[in-house]
């Protein structure tokens, strides 16, 4: 599919774009940011090059959407001179040691420990819940390379989260089984 005219998108089509995908992009920005204010912000950072380069959105919006995010983030981080916050993950998993199962802590730790690509692939496949193919327009690569960035680092993470000193233990999350 191609890119469609600016002069057929206009309010209508922003106003529809815009309510079906500001939560989605406010949940992006949570996972990567401190606060809601924060969040929302970048959101409509967001809208606001959607609607300024409206001719150039392509028919699968919200992968574009995300990959416009990221670089205003990465442009945000690299003008602040910081390193990205690591976003805190909601959801805790209260599991029995003894069972041999570890606690999400233990993911969220070991994915503070890759690399910021490694993090924003699984986060785009686990949080986003984007398919390889839609991480890879987000990325910006080829949808052959996303799958094998997936493969290795859900590889590494899986390594990180064996090097704990308690015995080897299975999570299964939305980044796919760890073993």
């Known amino acids: 599919m191609g890119m469609r005219d600016a002069n057929d998108r206009g309010t209508d089509w922003f106003r529809g774009l815009y309510a079906r995908h500001f939560p989605d992009v406010v949940r992006y920005g ?20 959607a609607w300024r380069r409206r001719g150039e959105v392509p028919a699968r919006t919200l992968p574009w959407l995300y990959g416009v995010a990221r670089r205003l983030l990465a442009n945000h981080w690299r003008a602040q001179r ?3 916050p690591s976003a805190e993950l909601t959801e805790l998993v209260e599991l029995d040691r003894q069972d041999g199962v ?11 420990r890759l690399s910021d690509d490694d993090q924003e692939i699984l986060r785009l496949v686990g949080w ?19 799958k094998v960035r997936l493969h290795r680092a859900r590889r590494r993470l899986t390594e990180l989260l064996r090097e704990r000193p308690e015995p080897a233990s299975t999570v299964h999350n939305e980044l796919g089984a760890v073993r």
Request: charged fraction near 20%.
């Open 30 to 49: 949570l996972r990567r940011l401190d606060g809601m204010a924060a969040a929302e912000e970048l959101a409509q950072e967001v809208f606001l090059v």
């Open 82 to 84: 910081v390193v990205p």
């Open 128 to 146: 986003e819940q984007l398919s390889p193919s839609e991480a890879a327009l987000v990325l910006g690569c080829l949808p052959a390379t996303a």
């Open 102 to 112: 570890v606690r999400l802590m233990d993911v969220r730790t070991a994915l503070g």
